[in-house]
């Protein structure tokens, strides 16, 4: 290939000018991350200005003329390539992101951004005053900028532009049947547990000193395959991952000393982000195909590691004797089966950052169906909080306290908009299970070796199949070369009912099947 | 001010432009901050790129043609103000620094940045085996492209231009004769002082625990005014000050533990820089104006905190029993008059950045010599070692063991260019006691308040006469608004004699005068 490219230098100046555009994003990422971590409180003002600075320069690059002209020029070099040489997907997948950056007016970017900002503060302050009303017309106005956005592009659906930016390919037609189905297996499950009694998990709320916690959450990331060499892991409010460039994928963590689940899982979960962008291969450096290629894909790997991992039997066979050595006094006395009983709980609750695997899912789908029925005019956002308790009464049995605990506990539609928001988790929910189907099947060791502490074998194949890729694939193209099947609920399903037959000794597959 | 503000909207239009110009500025920064505290080590090779992409916009932006459109247009407007006010002030630096800018071609910077940084890597190499031979050719280049740069701009000595670039407005024929009388001055002083009994400086060099070494410097800084809401403290391997904006300056410190001083006075140092940083006005934010203004004036308040207060007398009455309470075991048995003494003492040595106040000079102004002496043609870079050899037996009466610690000590020649890289220092050295004369002659209680631990009357008139101000004036406009007089150095000398006559009993006066 390397001669094709010597002889192409307009794909030389197609790369060179994305490269310099990710560098500005990577800069912006960077000043984000330091916001969040060390940042004095002095530095705020400035820093929003600088980090707008950036964005609007990466924007203003990537839209000029030039780019459009050079990805024209370069349609019959593309086409003489492999769809899946690298070449003809950087080609591809910049056309576009560019035919999609250009149909927004830079002055309607500007204006949503600055929206984002007053209505995201709004929301802080209107949140912890437990105040609807003060963010409402915020909010009302983050519809019609969300209008406004999908506005500039073709669709069937409203909703289809906002989804297709963190989930390319999917749609509301194909969405909102996949997630009904889902709901309507869901709910009995969710029904048969919660009838079960409830899983006693007061070994998991005892004082748990921070740095002991964060000391084993270092040990098991390491061992997952978390590369420290380029990577970090820092404390802030919320978790989150951030990438800088392939050599540097950093990880947040909070940690609660009376609650021992918060900072693992929470730190096991942005490790599944982070080895996803350190395993992009290095020749998609400085392009933008080295990140994860949607927001499904990318919560499908968080979730993997998260749940599916971290939340097995097998994985504390290798780790509860190094928990209990470090935790004698809060441990000692909490069987192994009695500990990944209760880090399985499942419980009916109001918050969706706080639910477990079985009824994560209909917090969100709860979100999805709302932000539609706004976008379609269907639902007032005046009318949004009685909804959202309606649909959590109907759904999961009980009504929020308040609207801090229930329509205004995501900061999604406040700091970002409306629309595409939400499907990314349960996409992820979905696709975890169906990629782990697929690496157990074609290394059935996979399982055994977790129980031996080994996550090489799973950790190679995810590396192998998903993460070298970036946005090579679609999320779609990805799910069908790695599964040889497209998206489906019944691995999901099927994970969730073996598993939670045998915790909660049910016969959980009468309940699903019956509907 | 504000209703001819409005009435421009030029002035505006260029405000806005530079304002972006220095998000980008302050954003490699950052990510230069990043790189030297926090970043993981995969991080460094994108890290290069990215910082080079953002300070080429940042140029690109600064030279676009439209900007010295926008200086042209506003001459009128900038005529019709007074010179002190700031939108004159902007325009006539901004004018400077885009007439500057715009003579060196994009090409050449390009190519001298990239030279600097193999430069600096050959040069880290070549330190630790002490062999100057390897880094030679390297430094030949950067001679030839240090003369290449000066061509650019007309000049009366080929240095001129390479000084003018950090110390606005001095020259060759300026700093020559200044230079040569104060090493006149100096050369006599400092033999008298090393003919004196060495002080004993053994009570420093124990070991000092790093975190409350750390503790106590915190304590310091706090009560010398750095406000760490609007910074904060690192570590790293070399000691920097970094400012991102006027509301986040930020300071990194190294500690030895065998060596109580290096932390100490490395961190007051850094400290009074970040003061100046710190107390530039909040309606300078964003401008070109909220920077120190030269190097001279720069150096000159990090000495002026780290020496003539850090190491006074009346400083140690406020600090040294607290310092004693936190090293009892290290410090019972040293009076303070022992440990003035000790932190106070003056030793011939090879390291510039180890020597006392009264020799340091001596080690600025050979590299000086020398900088001027390889730039005029007089000296090859192959002669450079015996020359530095030669010049630190004449002045300081020593020989470097090697050339790691002699010709190849500093990163200046070999990262940056040769050529206006150290008179600031000495300048710094000079100006710091002309200053502070100014500030005692204002108000005589400074130095009482600071004996009784009280600095705001000296960080308040500092803010007041210098700080705020910005780039607003020259390092010789500043000097003469605040001293009534041109530079000189008759306040170092006078106060370099006042001190060490003092403390090692010695009448220095005579030998300075006879010279």
């Known amino acids: ?44 003002y400035a820093r929003g200005r600088q980090i707008a600075t950036l964005k609007e320069f990466a924007h203003e690059k990537f839209t000029d003329p030039a780019i459009g002209q050079l990805l024209e020029d370069l349609r019959p070099y593309e086409n003489s390539l492999s769809y899946d040489s690298t070449e003809a997907s950087l080609i591809r997948i910049t056309r576009r992101d560019y035919d999609r950056a250009v149909r927004v007016p830079s002055e309607f970017m500007a204006k949503f951004c600055q929206h984002q900002a007053v209505s995201y503060e709004a929301w802080v302050k209107a949140k912890s005053v437990k105040d609807f009303s003060s963010v409402q017309p915020y909010l009302e106005r983050t519809l019609d900028l969300s209008r406004e956005l999908a506005s500039f592009f073709p669709y069937q659906h409203i909703a289809d532009p906002l ?8 749609t509301v037609s194909i969405l909102r ?24 998990d007061s070994c998991l709320y005892q004082h748990y000193p921070k740095q002991h916690q964060l000391n084993f959450g270092r040990t098991v990331i390491e061992r997952i395959g978390y590369d420290f060499q380029r990577g ?18 950093r990880i947040t963590t909070r ?56 939340r097995s039997r097998g994985f504390w066979e290798c780790f509860y004797p190094q928990l209990q050595g470090i935790f004698l006094k809060q441990l000692s006395r909490t069987s192994i089966s009695e500990f990944y009983r209760a880090i399985n709980r499942v419980a009916k609750s109001c918050i969706r950052t706080d639910a477990d695997e079985v009824t994560y899912n209909l917090h969100v789908m709860i979100r999805f169906d709302l932000e539609l029925a706004m976008l379609e005019g269907e639902l007032a956002v005046s009318d949004l909080p009685d909804a959202w308790n309606e649909r959590y009464k109907t759904d999961l049995g009980i009504v929020p306290a308040d609207d801090s605990e229930g329509v205004m506990q995501d900061v999604h539609w406040y700091g970002e908009m409306i629309g595409g928001m939400f499907q990314g988790y349960t996409l992820g929910n979905l696709i975890a299970p169906q990629i782990y189907e697929a690496a157990v099947k074609f290394d059935p060791e996979i399982t055994v070796a977790i129980e031996r502490g080994n996550f090489t074998l799973l950790h190679k194949w995810l590396k192998q199949n998903i993460y070298q890729y970036g946005r090579k694939y679609t999320a779609n193209e990805l799910i069908r070369r790695v599964t040889g099947a497209d998206l489906s609920i019944d691995p999901f399903i099927n ?21």
Request: aromatic share 10%.
């Open 495 to 515: 994970y969730i009912q073996d598993k939670y037959s045998e915790i909660y000794k049910i016969k959980l597959a009468t309940y699903a099947t019956k509907n």
């Open 232 to 249: 970090r892991q820092d404390e802030t409010p919320h978790p989150f991952t951030s990438s800088f460039s392939i050599g540097d994928v």
């Open 255 to 310: 940690v609660y000393e009376e609650n021992f689940t918060e900072a693992l899982f929470s730190t096991v979960h942005e490790v599944g982000h982070a080895l996803y962008e350190q395993g992009i291969a290095l020749e998609l450096e400085g392009t933008p195909l080295a990140e994860g290629t949607s927001s499904g894909i990318h919560e499908s790997q968080s979730r993997l590691w998260e749940n599916m991992v971290g």
């Open 177 to 200: 049947p996949l997630f009904s189905q889902l709901r309507q297996k869901l709910l009995p499950i969710v029904e048969a547990i919660t009838s079960a009694p409830l899983i006693e």
């Open 1 to 44: 290939m390397s001669t094709l490219t010597l002889r192409e230098p307009k794909y030389q100046e197609l790369k060179n000018r994305l490269s310099q555009i990710r560098d500005l994003e990577a800069a912006a990422s960077v000043l984000n991350w330091d916001q969040t971590t060390y940042m004095p409180t002095g530095g705020a």
């Open 163 to 170: 989804i297709d930016f963190a989930d390319e390919g999917m």
